[in-house]
């Protein structure tokens, strides 16, 4: 069983920082391309970022030059540092890793609970 763990949500002021983290656990062979996403109500969920095992990353155009994304092969662990925080932020965010598992080898997509940012005017 895999499972991933997020923390570093919160309510934060317009202009302020965040950074999430994600840390997959479990019976894990190899952790492949790592990511969040968010989603508000009413909205479908989008792709904020993801990073490879090789350190490539992608960004949503929203969220380019504010937020960083970055990850720990060593802990199977993704971050997420957010900076210049916009109202439209706000939203669950989701971490999501492609994972392959142990005996039995099996490749999986795992998701997060998710974790609440809020961003006040």
């Known amino acids: 069983q895999v499972q991933l763990v997020e923390s570093g949500g919160g309510l934060v002021q317009a202009g302020g920082s965040l950074r999430l983290s994600c840390a997959a656990s479990?019976?894990?062979?190899?952790?492949?391309?790592m990511g969040w996403y968010r989603q508000t109500p009413g909205k479908q969920c989008e792709l904020v970022a993801t990073v490879t095992s090789g350190g490539s990353t992608e960004y949503a155009d929203s969220v380019k030059g504010r937020f960083i994304i970055s990850r720990d092969n060593s802990k199977n662990t993704v971050y997420l540092q957010m900076d210049s925080l916009k109202p439209e932020d706000t939203a669950v965010y989701y971490c999501n890793a492609a994972v392959v598992t142990r005996s039995p080898i099996w490749g999986l997509q795992v998701w997060g609970q998710g974790t609440l940012v809020s961003v006040s005017t």
């Open positions: 479990g019976s894990i062979s190899s952790v492949n391309t």
